[in-house]
């Protein structure tokens, strides 16, 4: 996998500007906040977050892979203003469970998700070398 961020711009903070990689790929659903029997344990932002990490890295060893072949996160999240103000936690959750930063995500603010005590889902691409 490399991190595909041009010559001259400015490095950005959390993610990757682009990603190449060559493999296997999985793709994994939106992740919520709710254990593998579809209970939240918090309200919490932050969470909710670890939450839905843990879930995605309980999908990838499922596939045989690992947080470093994640190249995508899409997060979707009900409340900008929560989410940034969760950051230094969020920040937390991810360096444990995932551990690096070169992937490409992109946040977007939703009206509401279908769980409607979700807070927060993700959605993940890796690719995990031949």
Do not use: C
Not at 4 to 27: D, E
Not at 81 to 108: C, N, Q, S, W
Not at 112 to 121: C, F, H, P, Y
């Amino acid at each position: 996998m490399q991190a595909l961020n041009p010559p001259g711009w400015r490095r950005p903070k959390g993610y990757s500007n682009g990603v190449a990689a060559r493999g296997s790929q999985i793709f994994i659903s939106g992740m919520i906040g709710w254990d593998g029997d579809e209970r939240f344990h918090t309200d919490d932002f932050a969470g909710q977050v670890r939450q839905a990490l843990h879930n995605i890295v309980a999908v990838l060893e499922a596939g045989g892979a690992r947080p470093a072949h994640i190249t995508r996160m899409t997060w979707y999240v009900t409340d900008k203003r929560e989410y940034l103000a969760a950051l230094p936690e969020i920040g937390k959750a991810f360096r444990e469970l995932i551990g690096h930063y070169d992937i490409g995500m992109t946040a977007v603010q939703v009206a509401a998700l279908i769980e409607d005590r979700a807070k927060v889902e993700i959605e993940v691409t890796a690719v995990v070398p031949d």
